[in-house]
């Protein structure tokens, strides 16, 4: 059995540019801020403690802040397509401090936050590389678990801890003054790309207040 504690790999973080950074392009778009950037911080913290299960790096920590942070701009411009509308808005940016293969990816890992599971024909996801593909999928499977468990987008959860990271599934404590029956609820529906992905189940509870 692996397990992984929140504070394990803390050297290997680098630093991320702020929110206000990375938002500030996307200014005159009505969309949660509050929101996006509980979900950017609840998935990077994910990210940080399944490390020895994805195996990426801070290359990919970087994407999946940029996607968290951006995924419902698309909001601004209509509710029932946003993840499409996120994609196409974050392509067109000439605001980001991206390289514009690293934000073609940001664009899909925001995409891939609702709805529809990665596909290979699908337009731009399609023409990454293989490698690409699949760094997409997995931090979209973690971008979905940290939207669930926003769900109410008002920050209810304090904190996450993997509590147990094994072969056969990852036990997920969510903290907060009370229990956050509708983001555990959420986080898990929000869990099956996660699960098809890395192979394991998802457990998802309540661990009281955060110390």
Not at 10 to 15: D, F, L, T, V
Not at 36 to 56: C, E, I, N, P
Request: proline share 4%.
């Amino acid at each position: 059995m692996i397990l992984v504690t929140r504070c394990e790999y803390p050297q290997m973080a680098r630093e991320l540019p702020t929110a206000d950074a990375v938002q500030a392009p996307f200014r005159n778009l009505d969309f949660n801020r509050v929101h996006t950037r509980q979900v950017a911080r609840l998935a990077v913290s994910l990210f940080d403690q399944t490390r020895r299960l994805h195996g990426m790096d801070d290359s990919e920590r970087l994407i999946l802040w940029h996607a968290g942070l951006l995924h419902d701009v698309g909001q601004g411009v209509d509710y029932a397509a946003h993840h499409k509308h996120s994609m196409a808005l974050i392509l067109d940016c000439q605001e980001l401090d991206l390289d514009p293969a690293t934000q073609r990816m940001v664009a899909c890992v925001a995409r891939y936050h609702r709805r529809a599971r990665p596909k290979k024909r699908h337009e731009v996801y399609g023409d990454l590389s293989e490698q690409q593909r699949e760094a997409v999928k997995d931090l979209a499977a973690l971008l979905r678990i940290a939207d669930g468990l926003d769900r109410g987008q008002v920050g209810r959860v304090e904190e996450i801890r993997v509590a147990r990271l094994s072969a056969d599934d990852m036990l997920l404590r969510v903290y907060s003054p009370q229990p956050p029956n509708v983001e555990i609820a959420a986080g898990r529906k929000k869990s099956s790309l996660f699960e098809r992905v890395f192979g394991l189940s998802v457990l998802i509870e309540y661990g009281g207040k955060a110390l």
